[in-house]
């Protein structure tokens, strides 16, 4: 690990408990030193840092190659029977890590005070009387973008490091009492037992805080408990990338640092890896036979400004601006002066069978899985759409979802993506048959798919077929079929560099195939997708 960061020409701040007594020069502390400083490492720590009553050792340290004299100072805390080292320099001054600075949009009161006015204000002429739908889209953008940088200017502000959320007043005020008895105790030790209680408290105090916190996320999270409680686990598990950590990628033996490279190779590796996947099944030709030609058709009505304003509440605030750079949650605040204009959108984009060219956009954030980070193939695509175009397909979603439940077109085996189903009552059915086997002396045989990339590789034609064949005709095919055509996506890389935060993008690459990932509708139009796969199979 040495020789690596010693390449680099980094400077190094190595801390640890070397588990060596640096305060007694034997064999083994002449061996660390002489490795040291073979590094020019120096060793900054002379005093005892671990002090009980059967042991003075100084196994802690801190060693740098910093170009200028260091101090450092032992500090008592109750926490562990290791000293806390802090070090200063010649000065005085604390040694910090360097400000981080990235450019944020401010959000305050006065500033969305303001952005409400000017959308309230506004008569949205250059949209109303336009009868094309894509300039529709484009003019209303053109003018609500205008509103949202004036009143969200981007600004410097440096990046601060993320607390435990669950750290409360309580907590902070509870530490500082124990970190003044500890002081007291070893000073007059008839304290000891009082010191004793207090942690006994405290430490009961945290636990009890952190369960109660937990315990409401997971419980306030009706919609998904289980996407939650894993995301609990990971961020407790440390499940996660630093967020000051730059990639790079290993292609063919050369290492990768550059973020527009990058951000390039991640685009064309997500765009070619489906199209590249898909030609590998081997052909055949699919019996339409299996899916029926339902009599009835779907209709979409238009929307009414009330049911619109339901829709800017299924919007999540916690989920990341589209390529518009729209957050959501400035969106719901905006919804009263804009639920009229969407409402005249949505209509618009219905009445013509086109989903405007402009929502057609995704931004992909790379995410790494698992494994070796360097390898390419370790990280899937995440997809950041506009939070308006949201809006459009949860319209739609409304309709056609309302229109299927009403014909029972969905099979009942079907579990994924379904209202008040899930891989619970999947796996009760599961259960049960089973279970049924065995009471009749049969051997129970489970085949289990994993469809990889399963999003990624629908075909649009065969999808557009299917559609048609559950009664989706005419205009709303049309609809579908532009909302499939014509999507682009680039990648968005965040680079640290010693000051600050910078995003890299990739040129706009073209998609051919599958339906976006995190997009509102791709969940149903893959469960659609596959609907008659049970057609193929006996029964039970």
């Known amino acids: 690990m040495l020789n690596l960061l010693h390449s680099s020409s980094s400077f190094l701040l190595l801390t640890g408990d070397f588990n ?7 064999e083994k502390y002449t061996e660390l030193r002489n490795v040291l400083q073979s590094f020019n490492l120096r060793i900054i720590v002379e005093s005892a840092t671990r002090v009980t009553q059967k042991s003075h050792t100084a196994i802690d340290n801190i060693c740098t190659n910093l170009p200028f004299t260091l101090c450092y100072e032992l500090l008592d805390v109750h926490f562990s029977d290791h000293k806390l080292i802090k070090i200063c320099d010649a000065s005085g001054t604390s040694v910090q890590c360097p400000t981080t600075f990235l450019y944020k949009r401010i959000y305050s009161d006065n500033n969305m005070h303001r952005f409400l006015e000017l959308l309230t204000s506004e008569s949205w002429e250059n949209v109303f009387e336009t009868e094309n739908v894509n300039d529709k889209f484009n003019n209303f953008f053109a003018t609500f973008l205008h509103y949202y940088m004036v009143c969200f200017p981007l600004k410097k502000r440096p990046m601060t490091l993320r607390t435990k959320p669950w750290i409360t007043r309580e907590i902070i005020s509870s530490n500082q009492k124990l970190n003044d008895l500890y002081i007291l105790q070893k000073m007059y030790p008839g304290l000891k037992h009082r010191f004793v ?3 006994a408290a405290h430490r009961i105090l945290l636990r009890n805080t952190k369960f109660n916190y937990f315990n409401s996320k997971i419980m306030g999270a009706r919609k998904n408990i289980s996407k939650t409680t894993w995301k609990i686990i ?20 050369s290492v990768i640092e550059s973020p527009t490279k990058l951000a390039n190779l991640f685009n064309e590796f997500f765009q070619t890896t489906p199209t590249n ?26 929307y009414a400004e009330c049911e619109v304003s339901d829709l800017f509440n299924k919007l999540n605030n916690n989920s990341s601006p589209g390529a518009d750079g729209i957050a959501p949650h400035i969106l719901k605040q905006a919804k009263q002066p804009l639920t009229k204009i969407v409402t005249h959108l949505i209509n618009a984009s219905f009445a013509s069978g086109i989903f405007p060219l402009c929502l057609k956009k995704s931004v992909i954030i790379p995410i790494f899985k698992k494994g070796d980070a360097s390898s390419i193939s370790n990280y ?29 077109l969905i099979s009942d085996k079907q579990h994924g993506f379904r209202l008040g189903m899930s891989t619970i009552t999947a796996n009760l059915e599961l259960y049960n048959n089973i279970v049924v086997d065995l009471e009749n002396k049969t051997a129970p045989i489970g085949i289990f798919y994993d469809l990889s990339r399963a999003f990624d590789c629908v075909n649009h034609d065969l999808l557009t077929l299917k559609l048609k064949k559950y009664g989706i005709r005419g205009i709303p095919l049309y609809w ?9 996506q680039f990648v968005r890389i965040p ?25 509102i509708l791709s969940p149903f139009l893959f469960s659609l997708y596959i609907n008659d796969l049970i057609t193929y199979l006996p029964i039970n």
Not at 495 to 519: C, M, T, W
């Open 20 to 26: 060596i007594n640096f305060e007694c020069h034997d």
């Open 197 to 199: 209680a207090l942690k």
């Open 234 to 253: 990971n961020s407790l598990t440390n499940q996660r990338t630093s967020i000051h950590q730059n990639m790079s990628l290993n292609i063919e033996q």
């Open 277 to 302: 996947l898909v030609e590998s099944i081997p052909k055949s030709d699919f019996p339409q036979a299996h899916i029926k030609n339902h009599a009835n058709s779907f209709y979409l009505f238009p």
């Open 380 to 408: 899937r695509p995440i997809a950041l759409s506009s939070c308006i175009g949201k809006l459009l397909e949860h319209a739609m979603l409304q309709r056609i979802s309302t229109y299927f439940d009403k014909h029972e």
């Open 480 to 488: 579908f079929a532009s909302y499939l055509s014509g999507r682009s």
């Open 495 to 519: 680079h640290f560099s010693k000051d600050s935060r910078v995003n890299y993008h990739s040129k706009e690459l073209p998609i051919r195939i599958g339906v976006p990932q995190g997009a």
